[in-house]
Structures are given as C-alpha cells and as structure tokens.
C-alpha cells in the first residue's frame, strides 16, 4: 500500500471509530447524563467531567466526534442530554429544529487554530498574507479536518482563503472525518503539515507548532452548549452549571482554551 494509500484509509478508519464511539451502546446509558462532544474537546473535557463528579453525583458518559456527525445523530434520535460542538453553526442547525432547549444555550469556550508539523521537522513559517504554504507542503499532504462539514476544517480553509492561499494548496488536502484524524496524520508523518486547533497540537506530543494563524483571518472559534430538547436525565442541569464553574474554567484553560462564560 502507497504512503497515500494508507494515510486515506487511516482517515477512513478514523471516521469510522468515531461513528462507533458516539453511537456505542454506553452512550445509551439511562442512568447518566450523555454528552455529545466535539473531538477536540476531549483532553479538558474528561479532566472537566472527572472533577465534576462531586458536583453532579455522577460522571457523565461522553462519546467524542465530529460535530457535524454528532448533530446528525441527535437529529436522527441518539439519546443525548448535552451537545457541545466546535462552531456555532452546528448548534444553530439542532436549534433551528427545535432539538435544543435554547434558554441554555450559552457560548462556553475559545480556541485559535495553528499549523503543525510532525516534532522533528524542520518547516518554519510566518503566517501571513500570501505565505508560501505549497512550498512548505512541499510534495506531501497538509491535513485539515473536512473543511465541507467538520468546524476545524471550515476554520482553516476560511483562513487559506483570507490569507490568499488557498488555490496553491487546495490539491495538496487530506481530509479527515475529525480534527483529532488529522492530528494524528501529521503526528505519524503522514502528512508533512496539517491545521488544527492550538488545544490538539498542546495535548499531543507528536507534532509541533509552526505558526498560529491570525484571529482575524477565519471566523471566531466557539464552542457553545446547550441541553437537548430531548434530555430525560435529571442531573444535567447541575452538569451544565459545573461546565462554566471556576473549577472547569480552569482545567479548561489548563489545556488552551479561552472560557468565555463568567465562573458560577
């Protein structure tokens, strides 16, 4: 199998996993509060759920994705009782059916998006208008979450627009089903340099960051939350309270994030 081959299977596979993860049967458990999360949630948001314990009675179960895959599967009747996707844009498509319960809908973290390359190479950049990007590829692949549906990816893409890069690397893309699937290609080497948010690259030691793209090149980066319309389970709202309490806020900023709730 070619080197591209198998960094297109390993996206393959990646995307795969993750349908599993979030439609796995311990997402199903009644006795819990199911949290349905962005993939790059995950690091902070399990450091966030174990010290909410206290809090809540209980751990929630927490299956991480895509957001795009995510809202899909509460549209067609997953049982979750929060949802927590990476752009606002995912949230308002579950609001606008109805499938939220919009007075808990609150704007609950930042990130910045980088670009990364695997630790040990020697790529420098400066990001900037009209940044040689191609020639920093080179002849391998820049990996971005699916930039048609996945919010990393729509980021990136809005800033190689802004930027004036885009066409000189559009053709160099791999796409992935999430952005920790795109994390992983360039921590593997299976692709020379990829865009993801600045929480990835500090939660994985396999890659380094290159240059950080500038915040006014791509639409603001929020994770909002909010209950689902659905919800049954009876802690979710002390669930939802611990999220923007000073003790989340500060695991979450412990791992990059910006938190944009006031502390409860």
Known sequence: MTRKGFGLRTIAISGFAAALMAASPAAH???????????????????????????????????????????????????????????????????????????????????????????????????????????????????MGDFKAVPAGKYGKAALESLGVWPSVEGKVAQAENVRAALKLVSTGEAALGIVYATDAHAEKGVKVVGTFPEDSHPPIIYPVAQTADSKDKDTPAFLKCLQSAKAGALFREQGFTVLTPSN
């Open 29 to 143: 458990a009644e006795d819990k509060v199911v949290v349905f999360a962005a993939a790059s949630l995950k690091d902070a948001l399990d450091a966030v759920n174990k010290a909410c314990e206290a809090d809540v009675g209980e751990t929630a179960t927490v299956s991480y994705a895509a957001s795009s895959a995510l809202a899909k599967q509460i549209e067609g009747g997953a049982p979750a009782d929060v949802f927590i996707p990476a752009d606002l844009d995912w949230m308002k498509y579950l609001s606008d059916k109805k499938l939220t319960r919009p007075n808990t809908e609150v704007k609950l973290l930042g990130n910045k998006i980088v670009l990364v390359a695997p630790k040990d190479s020697t790529v420098e950049a400066k990001i900037e208008k009209g940044f040689d990007l191609a020639k920093l590829v080179g002849d391998g692949k820049l990996a």
